[in-house]
């Protein structure tokens, strides 16, 4: 076998790095090798365990590769002969490539806690038939403690109780959930709402250990003393790089011992790219390797990969971190830095903030309450970071921000945003939050 | 009576650019005059015929005045004194002045067609007590004719018919409905919902007279012989500058008869400004005067007019136009240029479009198709124009749309997107609809 073109691993980046390959080089032929025979859908995955329901409805569709030629291998790439530009599998196959791309993804971060090999005690693997137990496993469990309350663990904690009489405790080290996404009025509000709505809340603390008799877990030990019952627990505390194949072949690695990779996404190895949660992926504000992890981050890199395989086209902008997330159907969308972050980076900020309902007249039906909260560095005015929480517009309204973080535009152009509103869809131009929010910071700018 | 500033007008432009002077200048005192003892939503008007149901529903509350320090007066403005800054009213009031800002707003355009003076011809007045004359006269009505598919004769064909037994036809001179603000695609989608939906659309053809007995409307004659029976019609065809007080007061006009303003919204008097749909609109794209009304343009030259009043602190960058409408639940939603109108302007062009449903898995709740058409420059790739239509998460996606029009961002840059997804919200990363239409744009700029 040869291929002008070959991608290991076939998630968001593989086979965005793939799409892009094929319409940027129409010509040339491409091979995706995947270890799973089916990926879900990363982002998803807290959705099969309620408004979705099973692990086969939450599938990428093979389509998506067939529909734009490319060809793939369901099979493990074990090594890489670099010289001879060979890969081998698992199963014994070779195949030549003129180019590789790795977007061969991550795994989820076990802690060294004593217990954590327990029965019952799962991570969250992009991996269907683990993903199938879990559930089953869920069905059956009236205790569950999820460990992290980032957005996986949010997820999990507002899915599972759907359908299913399960009580539900979140542990979190840090003093709120989501408290790396959001600042502290997004944070509560989550806070809120998840207690408001059944779930156990405890932050600041840390698992000391998983106990139980027969290897089950029974009980999760806080730092305290504190005592939780558990017949299941879900460990949602990140995931780190899945550079083994890389690190085999002799590729550099960085600082996060992902795949180091230059700003045209190429490896140390001239022939081989690498995008995805496998990377080290650069900051678009320090421009240094940050530890961020999205599908959405992965399908940008991969865009620049795919298009570069064959000469220079794009060059990595750097990570800004655009994600979102629902929870009891309140949506939470961030962008860029929090005021925490950009403080702790030595930028000097400004806030602003507003809130109203998302329609105009507020009696139209659907509306509901959204705020927007902008950060801004002192005293450019130039816009750091934005949250959006409230109504699910905010779903899109978090990339118009990001949009304009990414063109580095300042408050007081937001100020002057040229914003399309509509009575069923959107806050009126009077009141709408982004541009008011910008105002807010104006003012103090000037102050 | 003395102030430091007097609006006239209390609409969208009037309220914002007071709001804007209160933030920017606090200690200023700030009087808004208006004529209208009510102020009509201005975009919800259509909805007041069907979701709102009643004008009193579709007010913009006095109490954005009260919050904002803005003291308000029920009146018309009739004379400008600009030697001694003076306003007088007609009810014989005088007040003082040390700056002025005109925001008299528009007026529909009337016209000239044999017996559109007859009773039951109606045009769209943001005035409360007219326009609840025409929902009594409406909900008597049985055959309605629109004339003018463009935004508000399609929202209005779409609205009057919800709990309402009333027989609708569209007449649009243009070969489709919405033809200023959509290419092809979106314009036949709107055309099948309103059929679908049992509208009746004819375009291509102009109202020739308007007959019946008693002085009453009776029928609608077309440029081709036709005859539609009616007993109400709606005149929906655009409104004009409302540019008289200005006219008498001797400050300049431009091409469209509307008040010129610099681009810090500065009448031809130097302590008079104006903004909102009675000023010459500068265009994003051509530098030049255009006849875009819209409340967003408005609040943004309002925004601009606000804060200069006391000193240059804001220009205006030309009105891109951003607008979005609802459909039958359908959302339609544009921002820049038209690819016809582009070339028009004699840039050359490359489009790019990707649909797909709004949800991942597409089995997500809540899932609809959106379909994303962008229009750039060749051979820039500068992003000109995007059009959103389909679910009603396009309401707010238009915004990143505009975002990256405002910022001249190319098809390249678009292609690098820093999307926010997540399955409840948005399509997946992989699909997202804004990126792959410009992947499309880019593909065609460097075929």
Known sequence: MAYD?????????????????????????VLLIRAAKQVPIPCGIPYIYGTVGSPEKNLIPDAVLEKNGIEFLVDEVEDIDREARVVRTRSGKTAEYDKLVLATGSQPVVPPIPGVDRENVYTIRKDVPYLAQLKERMDVSKNLVIVGGGFIGVEFADECRKGRDISVTIVEMLPMCLAIAFDEGACSTVEEILTGSGVKVLTGTKVSSFEGADGKVEKVMLAGGQEIPADLVILAIGAGPNAALAKKAGLELGPHKAIQVDRHMRTSDENIFACGDCVETLSFFTGKSTALKLASISTM??????????????????????????????C???????????????????????????????????????????????????????QVYGAESGGELINAVGACISTRLTADALALFQLGTHPALTASPIAYQLVNAAEQAVKQLHA
Chains 1, 2 share one sequence.
Request: glycine letters at 20%.
């Open 5 to 29: 073109v070959i991608i290991v691993g076939g998630s968001a980046a593989g086979i965005t790095a793939g799409i892009t390959c094929r319409r940027h080089y129409p010509g040339k032929s």
């Open 301 to 330: 890199q991969a865009r620049i990969a795919g298009a570069n395989l064959f000469g220079n086209r794009r060059e990595n902008p750097g990570a800004i971190g655009v994600y979102s997330t629902v929870v009891n159907g309140k």
């Open 332 to 386: 939470f969308a961030t962008a860029g830095l929090t005021e925490g972050a950009a403080r702790e980076m030595g930028y000097e900020v400004v806030t602003g903030e507003a809130g109203g309902p998302n329609r105009h007249p507020g009696g139209m039906p659907g509306a509901q309450d959204l705020t927007v909260r902008l950060i801004c560095e002192k005293p450019s005015g130039r816009l750091l970071g934005g």
